[in-house]
Nanobody
Framework: QVQLAESGGGSVQAGGSLGLSCAASERTFSSYYMGWFRQAPGKEREFVAG????????YYADSVKGRFTISRDDAKTTVYLQMNSLKPEDTAIYYC???????????????WGQGTQVTVSS
């Protein structure tokens, strides 16, 4: 069973940057597709970015494309999300998740972190 723990959230002004990390407990981390999701108050959880095994391909929601970058380091069993040019609408709780197959649907992912808050002020 994979345990995931996010870190790196915080508060930043619009236009600023934050980097999130998600450390996994499982040595088979490299066999999982990893995703980042976010959930704002009163809204459904939404896909932000995903990365395939061995960092073969990355995928982004249109709302973050060109501003966010997902990456992974299998040796450190960690996935990252670098967020630049942040906007107030990026404010949400950010979650990392692991799945056996790639998807933008949250219910595809069997393992989730506890989430980390990102707040962007205007």
């Amino acid at each position: 069973q994979v345990q995931l723990a996010e870190s790196g959230g915080g508060s930043v002004q619009a236009g600023g940057s934050l980097g999130l990390s998600c450390a996994a407990s499982e040595r088979t981390f490299s066999s999982y597709y990893m995703g980042w999701f976010r959930q704002a108050p009163g809204k459904e959880r939404e896909f932000v970015a995903g990365i395939t095994r061995s960092s073969g391909s990355t995928y982004y929601a249109d709302s973050v494309k060109g501003r966010f970058t997902i990456s992974r380091d299998d040796a450190k069993t960690t996935v990252y999300l670098q967020m630049n040019s942040l906007k107030p609408e990026d404010t949400a709780i950010y979650y990392c998740a692991a799945a056996s197959v790639g998807s933008i649907r949250p219910n595809t992912y069997g393992y989730w972190g506890q989430g980390t808050q990102v707040t962007v002020s205007s």
